[in-house]
């Protein structure tokens, strides 16, 4: 049996930061992975996905977020290459939304930089947004898009160079912490660690029970357009964008590489699912409802579809993170329930994970709390 001082189960966006993380900090490092790193299986992928710093959710994910913008600033240097291209952020609703509100609330406690615009105004400053009625905008320069596929690769490239190992295509059967350190067993083989961080994703539940009503799966869809006017949705031309209406909550990001604008919709057809038998087929109706908010309020983005992807999110019931140590045991930690919003905080939950395992959490124990399992029961 081979013996590590930590195991990370999942490598996508958190398990890699994760990975990378504990082998920082001199710990030998096995990371398991049941596909390949990369893939688009389960929610670490799409090509870009949005970084704000003006926070709807809560105020209390600012400081995180800034720690992880610099985190990721760390890591394109030591990686060579660009993984968070700034365009600012569009935080967009009636003026009395959660999205509003929240956005503004963020900006004003912790003094971020930022304009309060109508809809005349956003589409003077950006003529992509056709924003109606009496919706507004909060405008923050700091936000944009990472690029997850080439995060996660860069991750476990510096993970490795550390002396992490890491394994794809060996999925976790089962893991046991009775005697003390913690045992888990693959499909090839079994290992042994002092901590266990189970980071799996949409595969979480499975690996821990506790997580059944708590860490929940959900089909998504996003597509990518070939928009009418390509010059108004470049990065520079149009900023990332987080809108509440009336047809739901929209997101979505300027061209980069694919190319062609890309939008989602938060809950998308609101299909809980298991991740082993998901719908990966993209049907007439996941189009229809992205289209809705396209021809609404991006009528100039309303071209021919150039692809259309499923992903998951993985929803806890207040939509925060889980973030703690597994009750009952004292060496195995999750990170789970991300639900939809996560991946812009993967380089800082990888410390915080580490925090965990190997000091207590004692570095962020003042910002934790919301994240913490207590709070279900």
């Known amino acids: 049996m081979r013996e590590f001082d930590s195991i990370v189960i999942g490598i996508g966006g958190m398990g890699s930061a994760t990975a990378y993380h504990l082998a920082r900090r001199g710990q030998r490092v096995l990371g398991l992975e ?63 939304s959660a999205t509003v509100r929240g956005s503004l609330e963020s900006c004003r406690q912790f003094g971020l930089e930022h304009q309060i615009l109508d809809a005349k105004s956003l589409r003077e400053q950006f003529p992509g947004y056709r924003l109606t009625g009496s919706m507004a905008a909060v405008l923050q320069p700091d936000g944009g898009f990472l ?15 550390l002396g992490a190992e890491i394994h794809t295509r060996e999925r976790v059967i089962a893991w046991d912490a009775s005697s003390g350190r913690v045992e888990i067993r693959t ?16 595969w979480a539940s499975q690996l821990c029970p506790l997580l059944r009503d708590l860490a929940i799966p959900e089909r998504q869809v996003v597509l990518w357009t070939q928009p009418l006017r390509p010059q108004l949705f470049q990065p520079g031309a149009f900023p990332v964008f987080n809108l509440e209406a009336a047809e739901g909550r929209f997101y979505g990001c300027p061209e980069y590489g694919v190319p062609g604008f890309k939008i989602g919709k938060y809950h998308h057809r609101r299909e809980n699912v298991d991740p082993a038998d998901i719908d990966r087929e993209i049907h007439p109706e996941d189009e229809a409802v992205l289209r809705e908010g396209i021809r609404r309020y991006f009528p100039d983005a309303d071209g021919p579809t150039l692809a259309m992807k ?4 993985t929803n806890s019931p207040d939509e925060h993170f889980i973030l703690d140590a597994h ?18 905080f993967a380089s800082v939950v990888g410390e915080i994970m580490t925090d965990l395992a190997l000091d207590g959490g004692r570095k962020y124990a003042g910002q934790l709390g919301m994240f913490r399992l207590a709070r279900f029961t």
Not at 147 to 161: G, M, Q, S, T, Y
Not at 187 to 199: D, G, K, Q, S, W
Request: net charge neutral; with cysteine; glycine share 10%.
């Open 187 to 202: 499909e090839h083989e079994t290992y042994r660690a002092r901590t266990l961080v189970i980071a799996a994703g949409p």
């Open 34 to 96: 049941q596909f390949e790193v990369p893939h688009d299986l389960g929610s670490s992928h799409g090509i870009t996905r949005i970084i704000r710093l003006a926070y709807a959710e809560s105020g209390g994910y600012v400081p995180l977020l800034r720690r992880a913008y610099d985190l990721w600033r760390d890591l394109e240097v030591q990686a060579g290459e660009r993984l968070l291209l700034v365009t600012g952020c569009v935080d967009a609703g009636a003026p009395d």
């Open 310 to 313: 499923t992903c998951m999110f």
């Open 327 to 344: 009750p009952g045991t004292d060496n195995v930690y999750i990170a789970a329930g991300f639900s939809g919003h996560g991946f812009k």
């Open 147 to 161: 690029l997850p596929e080439r995060c996660i690769v860069n991750f476990v490239k510096a993970a490795r160079a």
